[in-house]
């Protein structure tokens, strides 16, 4: 079933970013269709919920389909630790959600981690989330939206609508 829904992902990512592409104005994506392949997949490959012939051929389908993409003008990576990520799950209040693991979550981190690390497609910018509350606090939101805006039009552009 694994691969399957990845497969599903994988096609329903590459639509909309294909969408994204033809619009004239910029967009933020929450997840991309390069972390469905990246730690998604690679996770139930290793944890053993997708086949190695599977997996395989998932990376094949992703490796075309993502040659026919524009890659992001920034990927933006918020890094929290697992204990941050714990209490947003819980703050959230998602019935699905609250079976998660700490093991799973440890595990999508380390992927996360080496993915960001290896990320050569453009410009990355990585924002530490664990002592800042941009959904909450305005002072926050604005400094992650500067901080973006930074990256992607320098310090004193005459920058496009959001």
Do not use: C
């Not at 800042?132 to 400094?143: C, E, G, S, T």
């Amino acid at each position: 079933w694994s691969f399957n829904l990845q497969v599903f992902f994988l096609s329903s990512r590459f639509a909309h970013q294909r969408k994204i592409e033809e619009l004239p104005h910029s967009v933020v994506q929450d997840r991309s269709i390069y972390e469905d392949a990246e730690i998604f997949a690679r996770n139930l490959n290793e944890m053993g919920l997708m086949t190695a012939r599977d997996y395989e051929n998932y990376r094949e389908l992703y490796l075309l389909m993502t040659s026919y993409l524009r890659p992001p003008d920034l990927l933006v990576y918020l890094r929290a630790s697992v204990p941050t990520l714990v209490k947003h799950i819980q703050a959230r209040g998602r019935e699905f959600e609250s079976s998660i693991r700490i093991e799973y979550l440890e595990r999508l981190e380390t992927h996360y981690e080496n993915w960001v690390d290896r990320y050569d497609l453009g410009p990355k910018l990585i924002i530490e989330a664990d002592e800042i509350d941009f959904v909450n606090v305005d002072a926050d939101r604005m400094q992650v939206i500067s901080q973006i805006e930074s990256r992607l039009y320098g310090l004193f552009p005459e920058k496009p609508n959001l």
